[in-house]
């Protein structure tokens, strides 16, 4: 029996295949059938990881899910009496014998994969869903995201999450088929919120809000660099704001080697090996931050993207051009305003020797007071002024609201130090 690594692979093969496989079902079945198209993929998930944790995985695996689950589709259709009422535009072939196999057969070609997958994401975009709920469906359907998962990238609970995505899959099932690419102005629009999916599911993954994989989970960072990587080679969505986007993650890929020490402790930028840094993917970084220069709009994502090559290419930490960074997150925050640009500010603010200033403008910010990198910030800038009543108040406090075990274990070395420190005095 080989439960264990046939698990881990059926894990990393759902986080990997899982869009695919939703895409080209929803273009055989049609946007109103998404539930039948999750509920189909699974099933050919669950079997795999009954018939592999018995047998191990087969010598194809990808290739193996992807036949079943299309053989499953086929079996659903030839169950159904009235095959085009179920079905998108599709119908007309899927309702004949002789042409139904060979049309499934077709839309399981990797190009047509593609396809369906920019389709999927862009009919997830559709202006009949709020923003929040366009984002969400794009991360469970297409990221395989948990709900947890997505309400930790909201910073909410999961009951309002479970509300998000039901209201949203109703409104889903008024659609029929999975629409073409939008053009001009609606797909410009539409892009916005696809990016937005794109750079949580990156985050999700470079800092794991349930700790299963630890800090850091490297299928969910590369699979957001794989679908922005997918975007660069339409014609249709190659705009600058996405090879930003492609750049910052770039940027920030390249440090993982660092993020996390031989014990699975978390290790923070000032502490980090820089020789364990990727330089193929900073020069990536580079090159992709270059490709975006084309325009005379700068996004959000060109400018995090400028924050993030600042923290790559420092030669240490003590010379990290902290007054740069600075004025790039005061431009951030007027293009894009929210807590979490003030907190990594004013965290920013304190290296650039204003640490006082830096808690005048965390204590401001009580939108985040039930965050634990809130405190952990405050404690962080108490540390540098060398208040340790205070640091030592907010680390408690930081450790109460973490979710992540690893994060929890970082606060806890913390505070370890700091009472052996102030017990040696």
């Not at 946007?31 to 990881?49: K, R």
């Not at 998000?164 to 999975?178: G, I, P, T, V």
């Not at 999700?204 to 660069?232: P, V």
Request: proline residues 3%; aromatic residues 8%; contains cysteine.
């Amino acid at each position: 029996m080989q439960h264990t690594s046939s698990q881990e692979l059926t894990e990393h093969l759902f986080r990997n295949e899982y869009g695919k496989m939703v895409a080209s079902l929803t273009r055989i079945f049609g946007m109103g059938q998404l539930a039948l198209a999750e509920d189909i993929v699974q099933d050919t998930l669950l079997l795999a990881l009954k018939q592999w944790g018995y047998n191990g995985p087969p010598p194809n695996p990808v290739a193996w899910l992807y036949t079943v689950a299309k053989n499953k589709a086929i079996d659903y259709l030839r169950r159904q009496k009235n095959i085009r009422k179920i079905t998108g535009d599709l119908g007309y072939l899927l309702d004949s014998a002789y042409t139904m196999e060979a049309t499934m057969s077709h839309l399981f070609l990797a190009e047509e994969i593609k396809d369906n997958q920019l389709r999927m994401i862009f009919a997830l975009c559709t202006p009949v869903l709020s923003k929040e709920a366009q984002i969400a469906l794009i991360l469970k359907t297409l990221c395989g995201f948990g709900n947890q998962e997505i309400a930790a990238a909201f910073l909410t609970n999961t009951e309002v999450i479970n509300k998000r995505l039901y209201r949203a899959k109703e409104k889903l099932r008024q659609m029929d088929s999975l629409p073409a690419l939008p053009t001009g102005a609606a797909l410009t629009k539409r892009l916005d919120t696809v990016l937005k999916s794109i750079y949580l599911l990156f985050n999700e993954g470079y800092n794991s809000s349930t700790g299963k994989d630890g800090i850091l989970s490297y299928d969910l960072c590369f699979e957001a660099m794989r679908l922005c990587l997918l975007l660069t080679e339409n014609p249709a969505t190659d705009m600058p704001q996405v090879w930003a986007l492609l750049a910052l993650m770039c940027f920030n890929a390249s440090r993982f080697n660092s993020r996390v020490d031989g014990e699975g402790m978390i290790v923070l930028y000032a502490n980090q090996n820089r020789e364990l840094w990727d330089e193929e993917l900073i020069k990536k970084g580079v090159d992709f931050l270059k490709e975006s220069s084309m325009t005379q709009n700068l996004s959000n994502y060109h400018i995090e993207a400028m924050i993030a090559s600042y923290y790559c290419l420092s030669p240490s930490f003590e010379k990290t051009e902290w007054g740069e960074i600075y004025r790039l997150y005061e431009l951030l925050e007027k293009i894009n305003p929210s807590p979490m640009v003030q907190l990594n500010k004013a965290i920013v603010l304190a290296h650039a020797g204003q640490p006082m200033q830096s808690i005048e403008l965390l204590l401001r910010l009580n939108e985040l007071r039930n965050h634990h990198l809130y405190h952990a910030a405050l404690a962080h800038i108490y540390h540098i002024t060398g208040q340790k009543s205070l640091e030592e108040q907010h680390l408690i406090s930081s450790a109460a609201l973490a979710k992540s075990p690893k994060e929890r274990d970082l606060i806890a070395n913390k505070l370890k130090t700091l009472r052996m420190h102030s017990s040696l005095q």
